[in-house]
């Protein structure tokens, strides 16, 4: 990639209590505040194939911003800005969210639902990279340390970073390239939980809703999660592309935890922002208190193949660093 640019592990949240469920942790290890800590399981139901169910219980819910909507459209689908390569998701509808018969799926998840996303927006193909942000901590002086090997990693995926530094990021970015962007892709920021979602899955129309981007059978060839054994980041892109989502977005399975700026809530093992999604309900807030977790998407390494899936939601404190724990930027309208 080029530039710019001592409490116990807790269960997963409404996760179902079924007899051959797997859980891993999230994290290696987290910090919080300088202290090192173990926070949470991630998933997640029985290791079996499954077929989604397309079908529709809830009516459309709508994301919108302010201001409502990017003008549409581009002529390209894929553009690179400061050397980062970004892939355009149209506007229109997408499945978010899994059926209730589905025994990977967690509580969180549910009820499936269609959401409409009323702009474009681009995704970056790829989570930041050590080699992006070693450039970010060194053009705005910031004292976040990274891995004294970074540099042998240069092209793995950022971790330990906790969403503060993640946020300086995308304001850092859009100080780079801000002013070769058109008016019309919005500015620099991290995914909303929907967004993230639609990326990863695709578009309604003529498919079903993915259980993983590459489709509804699980591959361990198609992404870096627990069953490949690697135990630590890939280079990105390395399963491209067959791993890739239907947009051609790459990592969207594995290898790293992606930060969102949707909110989670206060209470561990229930959300308080649950489904239908509401865009407007105050969950997409910037401003919320640190101690209010925030949603990442993806799963990592060390994530079984459940929570790698496309709805599969998860939590995580602000605060916190983890080795398993990066993100991507978006191009979009900014939040409210």
Partial sequence: MTDPSSPKPQPAPD?????????????GGVAIDGQQVTIGNDVVGRDKVIQATTYIEHATIIQTSQPSAIEEPLDANVRS???VEFVRIPAGTFIMGSVDDNVLASEAEKPQHTVEITYAYWVARYPVTNEQFARFVEAAQRPIALDKNWSSKADHPVVNINLREALEYCNWLQSVIGKDLPANVGRVRLPTEAEWEKAARGTIEGVLAREWPWGNDFDKRNCNSEENGKKTTTPVGVYSPDGDSPFGIADMAGNVWGWTVSLWGLDLFKPQYRYPYQPQDGREKLDAPP???RVVRGGAFNS??????????YWFDPRARSDSVGFRVVLGPRLI
């Fill in 304 to 313: 079984r193949s459940g929570s790698v899936r496309t709805a599969y939601r």
């Fill in 81 to 83: 800005w400061g050397g």
């Fill in 291 to 293: 101690t209010v977790y």
């Fill in 15 to 27: 996760t179902p209590d079924a007899s051959g469920a797997s859980t891993s942790n999230v994290s």
